[in-house]
């Protein structure tokens, strides 16, 4: 069981990954590529737990302390778990913490692009995607619809953040964490996204881009297709994907809109062409 250390100073720079280190920060903390990364919530650790995630250390609410036990019964005692008064808790995290607890955990050992695709036939491809929920979201949809893995672009957003693996989360327990569960890798600066896409294109994977091309496909025109391997790209939140990936795809593609509406936001439109392309 995690050893119980009551810490009554939030300056105390053991609490340092909970409030004070940037997920950069965090994911450099230990050695390059084997970072941090904080998991929120008593589900979302147990899921974490259960993906076989190494816990670093735990953040518990001094009020939730007694319903955190069976959480902290699954770790060893060389970790400690850092008991914070309820009243300090906030001021220390920005946030009203969900169900007590967080815990900083050891990144799982980087996985290259071609290790996570191996076997897989539905892909999802994300490029240069910010905001952290998009990304979660994203992950729910493909883990939910069909996707057998997910890429990243060398400056997409990290799904490991706290807020991308909380909103990641279904609301059954056997969907949380979906960040923690999809297989996903991303790519090197040097080889996106001509390098990259050429490879799974060898590989035997149509490119799909979804984006507002000219000649554009509309979506409900592609058939479902059992044997074909699909790669879907998603762009940017503000200008899409960049010229280099388009030119990469083989295809482009769209989805139907009505009443003027040119688009979707990016967790919509997933959710939509997951559906369309990956059943």
């Known amino acids: 069981m995690a050893r ?4 009554q100073d939030i300056s ?3 609490l340092d990954p909970f409030s004070r280190l940037t997920d950069h920060q965090l994911r450099r903390c230990l050695e390059e590529g084997r970072g941090l990364f904080v998991a929120e919530s008593r589900t979302v650790v147990e899921v974490a737990l259960d993906c076989g995630a190494e816990p670093i250390s735990l953040l518990v609410d001094e009020r939730d302390l007694e319903a955190s036990v069976p959480v902290l019964e699954r770790v060893g005692d060389d ?3 850092y008991v914070v008064p309820h009243e300090q808790v906030a001021r220390l995290t920005g946030f009203r913490l969900a169900r007590g607890l967080l815990c900083a955990m050891r990144r799982p050992a980087r996985r290259s692009v071609f290790e996570v695709v191996e076997g897989a036939r539905r892909v999802a491809v994300l490029e240069d995607l910010v905001d952290v929920a998009n990304v979660g979201a994203l992950f729910r949809n493909a883990a939910a619809l069909g996707a057998d893995a997910v890429l990243l672009s060398p400056r997409c957003a990290a ?4 807020r991308a693996v909380r909103v990641s989360m279904g609301c059954a327990l056997k969907s949380m964490g979906c960040a923690l569960k999809l297989p996903w890798a991303r790519a090197e600066a040097g080889e996106w996204p001509e390098a990259t896409l050429e490879r799974l294109r060898e590989l035997g994977f149509t ?3 979804l984006a507002l091309e000219p000649g554009a496909a509309p979506l409900d025109e592609l058939a479902p297709a059992a044997g074909e391997r699909r790669a879907l790209l998603f762009g940017n939140e503000g200008y899409g994907l960049s010229r280099a990936a388009l030119a990469a ?3 482009s593609v769209v989805i139907p809109m009505a009443r003027g509406v040119d688009s979707l936001n990016v967790a919509a439109s ?3 062409a997951f559906w369309q392309l990956f059943r």
Request: proline fraction near 4%; charged fraction near 30%; include cysteine.
């Open 270 to 272: 997933s959710a939509v």
């Open 79 to 81: 970790v400690e778990a």
């Open 12 to 14: 105390d720079s053991r």
């Open 159 to 162: 799904p490991l953040s706290r």
């Open 207 to 209: 490119c799909l881009a």
């Open 249 to 251: 795809c083989d295809r």
């Open 4 to 7: 119980v250390v009551r810490v």
